[in-house]
């Protein structure tokens, strides 16, 4: 379809209309043994599916081998540069000639591909998968796109907008991180034991942490409303949160309370700096954001690299 002049994207939306399989679902669907467990149903045609498929020199009757090689110290595989690999022509009958797909891959290198510039980690909060980037207008889902009524199909958004969304939340981030470096260091300043204080914090967290499970059991005894529920979770929620972040600075502190000093004065800095920036830049998105998820109702969930360093 792509030797008549087919769009991959057309092609797909015609394989996922017609219902024709995925080549790992007809794999399962003919009681072949696959890596994928379950899910089969899920499956669809996208642009990478058609690319790999007919990029793939197997079919012009080649052995094409040494693609990836294994890793001795972790056990891995790593994918080798496709000009590395080795190809023995004529090895099987082939399902397409060697100048038709030569033919096909001119026609791949001169599709008119957009600069690189640095992307924003948007995936679908639905299926997960990393949003489309074209090159003008929303980002959206590729599933929502090429699949029929799919609930995917509402996802899509400005990247100026989510820009601007993660900014701002961002800097109240920051905000929390400068007045809790202010406290410690006005504690340490003080003189207060961190001993002390790391068990007082502790106490509180697991006081906390049991009181938000027994909030759970009181509404399935129906004790509460869910809208009480949702009221007090976040309160919860919020609390321990903030225990957490004065914890882990309190046991900063307690392992050495010189080393500790220049850390948060540093983190203090650092949160000024960028608390004073007007956009999100490449090194804020790769410093601060692991990924923003995406749904339908225009909704955004951020995953923050601040998880991770707790």
């Known amino acids: 379809m792509m030797l008549a002049g087919i769009s991959p994207t057309v092609i797909v939306k015609n394989f996922n209309d017609r219902g024709i399989l995925t080549p790992l679902a007809y794999i399962h669907s003919k009681g072949r043994h696959t890596i994928r467990k379950d899910g089969f149903e899920k499956l669809y045609w996208s642009t990478k599916t058609i690319y790999d498929i007919v990029q793939n020199e197997t079919y012009t009757g080649a052995v094409v081998s040494l693609k990836s090689m294994v890793d001795r110290?972790?056990?891995?595989?790593?994918?080798?540069?496709?000009?590395?690999?080795?190809?023995?022509?004529?090895?099987?009958?082939?399902?397409?000639?060697k100048e038709e797909y030569d033919t096909v891959q001119k026609r791949i290198t001169k599709r008119n591909i957009s600069p690189s510039k640095y992307s924003?980690?948007?995936?679908?909060?639905?299926?997960?998968?990393?949003l489309v980037r074209p090159k003008r207008g929303d980002r959206y889902c590729q599933r929502g796109k090429l699949v029929k009524n799919t609930e995917c199909e509402g996802v899509k958004i400005k990247e100026s907008d989510v820009a601007e969304a993660v900014l701002n939340e961002l800097k109240k981030r920051l905000q929390d991180i400068v007045k809790e470096a202010s406290k410690v260091l006005s504690k340490m300043d003080k003189g207060i034991s961190s001993k002390s204080q790391i068990k007082a914090v502790e106490s509180s967290l697991v006081a906390?942490?049991?009181?938000?499970?027994m909030l759970f059991e009181r509404l399935v005894d129906r004790m509460i409303d869910r809208e009480d529920f949702i009221r007090r979770k976040a309160e919860y929620d919020k609390e321990i949160e903030a225990l957490k972040n004065e914890l882990s600075d309190l046991k900063i502190i307690g392992e050495s309370e010189e080393e500790c000093e220049v850390k948060i004065r540093e983190k203090n800095e650092?949160?000024?700096?960028?608390?004073?920036?007007?956009?999100m830049t490449d090194e804020m998105w790769d410093r601060f954001v692991k990924k923003v998820l995406v749904f339908s109702d225009k909704r955004i969930e951020i995953v923050w690299n601040f998880d991770d360093e707790k």
């Open 120 to 130: 924003i980690p948007l995936y679908c909060g639905i299926c997960g998968k990393k």
């Open 208 to 213: 906390a942490e049991q009181a938000k499970k």
């Open 270 to 279: 650092e949160a000024n700096f960028f608390m004073g920036m007007s956009k």
């Open 73 to 97: 110290q972790t056990g891995g595989h790593h994918k080798i540069d496709r000009s590395e690999w080795v190809v023995v022509p004529g090895m099987h009958e082939p399902i397409v000639s």
